[in-house]
């Protein structure tokens, strides 16, 4: 028998607990007299003090998307503004760094395709159009991949570019039936992509692989309901994708790029809160993923653990909370996190943070 069990079974236990309960009592009410005291002092009035049985907001609580209470003792930087894109809410999407160190991102409601250099000049790559430009992905021959979503129904496709925006050509037509997302190259030359299809009553989403030979289409994951982001670890061994509606983080351990490893499924987090949006990896296996709404970036590790968070400035006003997409500098462990404001006045931004190790080599820098 547990002896500390027996020892409260004393009566001097019992007398001991008694008198300290009746002395807690009596500090909690001389705190509350001096609480109303001072409100009253205050011209507040001894009524002004919330009863004691009501729920009343914390620091931290009173704001749009309050960290969840699980998230709140993670590793916590906040990240600086790089530059401004528009003082208009566009909604920016698809960072990607192409071998000269230009970033190029895309608004998807307007289309267009734009370039950021180095030293932070920006121009347009492709203008304004109906394609609903998305994700990014850059091939090593320095095309431009984009995922476009079209008008979000059924006119979804995949195509491609030259660097300077010239010889649009469609490799996923929207025939094919998806919704195309987000999009990454494995080491061999084909992509995977996600379909932003359905919803958590119709999970018609998922995730497929789209060979070199840019003909054949095979299915990785299925019954997604929107799926959204999309990377590879550092050795493409491990498929990582997000799924908006459902809030889920997905893992695929791949035995070859169409192959799952037996038992190599998983879903090792599930997010509070609307929404995970694109993501990147870096070389230590850990993966980032956008909060969409959130105005703030998710890291985990490589067992899809969470391990740290990157807070976006004035979020807790309500502030640049359309965090959508994360971007690694070249050889770096900075990266670039894309945002918008919405109607709120901030204006569309790019804000720049640090990771914990480089970003993983993408197929457009192998």
Same mark, same amino acid.
């Given at each position: 028998? =547990? ?184 080491? =061999? ?38 799926? =959204? ?71 985990? #590790? ?41 109607? #709120? ?22």
């Amino acid at each position: 028998m =547990n002896p500390y069990a027996l020892k409260a079974r004393t009566p001097r236990t019992r007398e001991t607990l008694t008198r300290r309960a009746s002395i807690a009592r009596m500090l909690q009410a001389a705190t509350a007299v001096a609480g109303g005291s001072m409100l009253a002092a205050c011209g507040g009035g001894s009524d002004a003090a919330a009863p004691a049985d009501a729920l009343v907001y914390t620091a931290g609580l009173d704001t749009p998307f309050p960290i969840p209470a699980s998230e709140r003792g993670l590793q916590t930087v906040v990240a600086e503004p790089y530059f401004q894109v528009s003082p208009n809410g566009l909604q920016l999407e698809g960072a990607s760094f192409d071998r000269q160190g230009n970033l190029l991102f895309v608004d998807v409601f307007g289309g267009t395709i734009f370039k950021l250099t180095p030293g932070k000049q920006l121009s347009t790559i492709y203008p304004a159009n109906a394609l609903g430009s998305a994700g990014i992905a850059i091939h090593k021959d320095g095309r431009i991949f984009v995922a476009g979503l079209g008008n979000f129904k059924d006119t979804g496709s995949i195509f491609f570019m030259n660097p300077d925006g010239t010889g649009l050509t469609t490799v996923v037509p929207a025939s094919a039936g998806y919704l195309p997302d987000d999009l990454v190259f494995d080491k =061999n030359g084909g992509f995977y992509f996600t379909d932003f299809r359905g919803d958590t009553n119709d999970r018609i989403g998922g995730v497929h692989y789209v060979a070199p030979d840019m003909q054949t289409i095979t299915p990785i994951l299925t019954d997604m309901a929107i799926a =959204n982001g999309v990377c590879l670890s550092p050795d493409g061994s491990v498929l990582w994708a997000t799924e908006l509606a459902a809030g889920q983080l997905r893992k695929v351990e791949l035995s070859g790029p169409t192959t799952i490893a037996p038992f190599g499924t998983a879903t090792p987090y599930y997010f509070n809160g609307f929404a995970p949006d694109s993501m990147r990896s870096d070389r230590d296996g850990n993966v980032y993923v956008a909060m969409y709404s959130q105005g703030r970036v998710l890291v985990f #590790n490589e067992n899809g653990i969470a391990i740290g968070q990157i807070l976006l400035p004035k979020r807790d006003s309500g502030h640049n909370m359309r965090s959508t997409s994360v971007g690694f500098f070249p050889d770096s462990n900075e990266f670039v996190i894309l945002t918008n404001d919405g109607p #709120n006045g901030e204006g569309s931004w790019i804000f720049k943070s640090q990771g914990f190790a480089k970003g993983t080599v993408l197929y457009s820098h192998q």
